[in-house]
């Protein structure tokens, strides 16, 4: 069974920044293209990062390219997602998701993140 576990979510000020972390079970993240999706309140989910399986090419959208990185460690069988330069507007539930688009599913329970002062 496929399992996603988000953590290191959390309160922080603009200009902060996370690391927020998914461990996987029941496959390989280096075997499946993976994906961060986030939905901030009253929005729907927007596609924040993705890694297809060889590493070789990642996704960012504007709004975050430069300032949010995705990485993964194999050895540990997590995802990871830097977020640098955190913003009111990054205020959403994170999830990480098997896929590479803002569809990629099976998703985590999800981890909040909120950017305030």
């Known amino acids: 069974e496929v399992q996603l576990v988000e953590s290191g979510g959390g309160l922080v000020q603009p200009g902060g920044s996370l690391r927020l972390s998914c461990a996987a079970s029941?496959?390989?993240?280096?075997?499946?293209?993976m994906s961060w999706v986030r939905q901030a309140p009253g929005k729907g989910l927007e596609w924040v990062s993705g890694i297809t399986r060889s590493g070789r090419s990642t996704y960012y959208p504007d709004s975050v390219k430069g300032r949010f990185t995705i990485s993964r460690d194999n050895a540990k069988n997590t995802l990871y997602l830097q977020m640098n330069n955190l913003k009111t507007e990054d205020t959403a539930v994170y999830y990480c998701a098997v896929g590479y688009s803002v569809e990629a599913f099976p998703r985590g329970q999800g981890t909040q993140v909120t950017v305030s002062s």
């Open positions: 029941g496959f390989t993240i280096n075997s499946a293209h």
